[in-house]
């Protein structure tokens, strides 16, 4: 079950939990409660592993990218397409198996559809994030046979605050790309009523280079977002509406123009576009001025540089009341509508237009115990109107339908705690112009259980039977796609794929030393994968197609912390996963084993700092086609000073990340052979809480 090579971290945990405890220097970890479970479950009960980053941890760790922000938790790494683009990928898994919600609601952008597409989420105001890694389909759908990351904002509010208004300043800026952001929220009550505005805005240019006096061409980034919400909040609950947006442009990586005419894997063909990459050319047209960081012009026509000009606008009801009716002790509401549009640019031409226009609702009943049994019925539907039009239209126009009903069920018996859970999902896709058109349903099943036999001692473990079912795009793609210099070939034949997952677990909550290590192994039948086809249809390219087959992934992963004295702490952590198909060969773009050290000191009562070391182990488990990546250590280090302003709390930081200036390639990343990761770089910021 475990794989061959276990990273160096993981056995330092297993020893360190076995040092002896010391009353002086006991620790108790908070209990945080995971309103992603179903029942809003403390994240040391549940019987999967779950991880919530908030407070001063989010803020310290905090990038502008979503997954950039989350690779500090063991199992979470990210997809990385440049600053503008990055997904989580949870063990191994990413894409259309890692479900990204807002508050319990999908994003509903395009980011599952390519790499190079961003998550439309703004991370400057969130209050926390809830990453649950295995999966949770039960609740959330096919789409979460990897994993969920629920992102929670404040855009509905759910209390008065007790002064009539409440909110937050951040501000930060960086080395590396020069990047200036800057968010504000305030919060305004009276009586039954709040409101909630805020707004935001990001400017990076393109990052330096490790080693090197050059900055990455095309790495830039400018986000500017905005929220309205409105709550009517009673001693019962609250019911809210919000309307946000979120206007983003960023610069595609690797990417390199080709017109390719596809009628099939057997006679693709792309011929790469001629470009002009005389130097002293280009330095005669350009105006100084256009590199001017003060005014950000980046020149997309002069350059022909390639980049996606994205706009997202959305509406959020959220509902969330106690006794709703006889029978049932609370429900929970949320429905969004979203309409996303984003255009991938040449220079100052239109290349391709990308819509996705989704709306998603679901009804969470928790009812009052039954014979000691506790839990929670629900029903989710969405819809999804997805549309690529211009030069990369590989994908046609498609309308996804996706209904279901789940039932999940608690039930505690002195230290134990079990569950139970189903889910049966039906999914049509309908293609606007064709008649191939796609029915699948699925059903998921899981048990679970947590065994707390010592105060400050849990063992838990799952079992779950989960069915993912297929998307548009793995269905029907038919063309070149820039970003990732393949043309892709779908299958209307695929069918569901079913992933059996056994989980264990040990964690500890209380004590000097405090640890959650877990193994998990993951047999998915008729896993679908773009494989490679081995076909070279010119301009770098290559043609990959839409299969099946019976797959594995196991790994292990987790952190030991102790609190050496009052004021020092020292963290290990370490990921390994592995991921192959039965009848041979390595699944691709799996993460690299990681392991590392973090040492927290309190320097006084108001001044912390910390100092990390994380070293990325050598990928040469390959698929076919794909090429090693080299390891690498990656050294951060930082300084934070909390203190209180009149009635109001700040946060002074300073972080270094890579400060060895290493030359890094992230494995699961489409672009890493061209790319690298960004050099030495200095973070400095502030936050007022008021």
């Not at 061959?4 to 945080?32: F, I, R, Y």
């Not at 773009?589 to 070293?615: C, K, N």
């Amino acid at each position: 079950m475990l794989p061959a090579k276990t990273p160096l971290a993981l056995a330092l945990a297993v020893a360190a939990a076995s040092l002896p405890a010391h009353a002086d220097e006991s620790l108790t970890l908070p209990s945080v409660t995971v309103s992603a479970s179903a029942l809003d479950q403390s994240a040391d009960r549940m019987t999967q592993p779950a991880a919530v980053l908030q407070g001063d941890e989010w803020l310290n760790q905090r990038e502008t990218g979503l997954a950039d922000s989350l690779e500090s938790l063991p199992g979470v790494q990210a997809s990385n397409f440049g600053p503008g683009a990055s997904r989580p990928v949870i063990r191994g898994l990413d894409g259309a198996r890692v479900r990204v919600l807002s508050d319990g609601a999908d994003v509903m952008d395009a980011s599952t559809v390519s790499p190079d597409h961003a998550v439309t989420a703004d991370t400057a105001l969130l209050e926390r994030v809830e990453v649950l890694k295995g999966p949770s389909t039960l609740l959330y759908g096919g789409g979460a046979i990897g994993g969920v990351v629920n992102l929670i904002d404040r855009r509905v509010p759910t209390y008065i605050p007790e002064r009539g208004y409440e909110g937050e300043i951040d501000l930060r800026g960086n080395t590396v790309a020069d990047e200036r952001s800057g968010a504000v929220g305030l919060t305004l009550g009276a009586g039954q009523f709040a409101a909630r505005i805020e707004g935001a805005k990001s400017d990076a240019d393109p990052y330096n280079i490790p080693g090197s006096p050059s900055t990455q061409e095309g790495a830039y980034n400018e986000t500017e977002s905005s929220a309205l919400g409105l709550s009517w909040i009673t001693d019962r609950g609250y019911v809210g509406l919000a309307y946000s947006r979120q206007d983003r442009e960023y610069g595609l990586l690797a990417h390199e123009h080709a017109d390719c005419h596809t009628h099939g894997p057997a006679d693709s063909h792309c011929e790469e576009e001629e470009h002009d990459h005389d130097d002293d050319h280009d330095d005669e047209d350009h105006d100084d001025e256009d590199h001017d960081d003060e005014e950000h012009d980046h020149d997309h026509d002069e350059h022909g540089q390639a980049y996606i000009d994205m706009q997202q606008r959305r509406w959020d009801v959220r509902a969330d009341y106690t006794d709703p009716f006889s029978g049932f002790e609370r429900i929970r509401v949320r429905l969004a509508d979203t309409d996303y549009e984003h255009v991938e640019m040449e220079g100052d031409e239109a290349g391709t237009r990308f819509t996705n226009r989704g709306t998603e609702g679901r009804v969470e009943l928790t009812h009052n115990p039954i014979a000691g049994w506790r839990g929670v019925v629900g029903t989710q539907l969405s819809r999804r109107d997805f549309a690529a039009v211009g030069e990369e239209d590989y994908v046609p126009r498609s309308l996804t339908h996706n209904r279901a009903l789940f039932l999940l069920e608690s039930y505690e018996q002195g230290d134990w705690l079990y569950e139970v859970g189903l889910r049966q999902e039906w999914q049509s896709i309908e293609l606007k112009d064709g008649n191939d058109d796609a029915d699948h349903k699925g059903t998921s099943v899981s048990v679970g259980a947590s065994w707390q036999f010592q105060p400050e001692l849990v063992f838990y473990g799952s079992l779950s039977r989960s069915q993912r079912l297929p998307t548009a795009e793995e269905l029907y793609a038919n063309g070149p796609h820039a970003a990732t210099r393949t043309v892709e070939i779908g299958d209307p034949d695929l069918d569901r794929e079913t992933s059996v997952n056994m989980e264990l677990g040990l964690r500890r909550t209380q004590g000097p030393v405090t640890f959650d290590v877990s193994v998990y192994r993951n047999d998915v039948d008729d896993f679908i994968y773009a494989a490679d086809t081995g076909d070279d249809p010119g301009a770098g390219y290559r043609v990959v197609q839409y299969s099946q087959a019976d797959a594995v992934l196991h790994g292990i992963e987790g952190s030991v912390s102790w609190q050496a004295t009052g004021s020092t702490g020292l963290t290990l952590f370490g990921d390994s996963v592995r991921g192959k198909l039965k009848d041979g060969g390595d699944l691709p773009r799996i993460p690299a084993d990681r392991y590392g050290l973090r040492v927290d000191q309190r320097l006084t009562s108001h001044l912390g700092a910390h100092v990390e070391a994380t070293q990325v182990m050598r990928q040469d488990r390959t698929a076919d086609y794909e090429t090693e990546t080299g390891d690498y250590t990656l050294l951060g280090a930082g300084l934070s000073w909390r203190g209180v302003l009149g009635e109001s709390d700040y946060l002074l930081f300073l972080r270094g990340n890579n400060l060895l200036d290493e030359k890094a390639r992230q494995h699961s990343s489409y672009i890493k052979d061209e790319v690298l990761l960004p050099g030495r770089n200095m973070t400095i910021g502030a936050r007022l809480a008021f």
